[in-house]
């Protein structure tokens, strides 16, 4: 659990959670602009590009969490293995 509070982690969750806010107020003011000025290229392209941004930040954000969650699983199961163990 050390790990929790290193400031290189909670910096890149915070940078994280930093872009996907950008990401989400970029589509609601594609979506501000699809509404008052009708479909125009600009709109789609900032909705479509926000939209991508999204789903690419949060499936970075798994991929990099499963690793750790697969190291903390592998650890467990050494432990579970360790304590039926006589030596």
């Given at each position: 659990?050390?790990?929790?509070?290193?400031?290189?982690?909670?910096?890149?969750?915070?940078?994280?959670?930093?872009?996907?806010?950008?990401?989400?107020?970029?589509?609601?003011?594609?979506?501000?602009?699809?509404?008052?000025?009708?479909i125009s290229f600009v709109s789609v392209a900032v909705f479509v590009a926000s939209m991508a941004l999204s789903i690419a930040i949060v499936m970075?954000?798994?991929?990099?969490?499963?690793?750790?969650?697969?190291?903390?699983?592998?650890?467990?199961?050494?432990?579970?293995?360790?304590?039926?163990?006589?030596?």
């Amino acid at each position: 659990m050390k790990d929790d509070h290193d400031p290189r982690l909670v910096a890149q969750m915070w940078a994280t959670r930093r872009l996907i806010w950008l990401a989400w107020a970029a589509l609601l003011i594609a979506l501000t602009g699809l509404y008052e000025e009708g479909i125009s290229f600009v709109s789609v392209a900032v909705f479509v590009a926000s939209m991508a941004l999204s789903i690419a930040i949060v499936m970075a954000e798994i991929e990099r969490g499963q690793p750790a969650s697969d190291a903390s699983w592998q650890k467990f199961r050494d432990q579970q293995r360790d304590r039926g163990r006589v030596d």
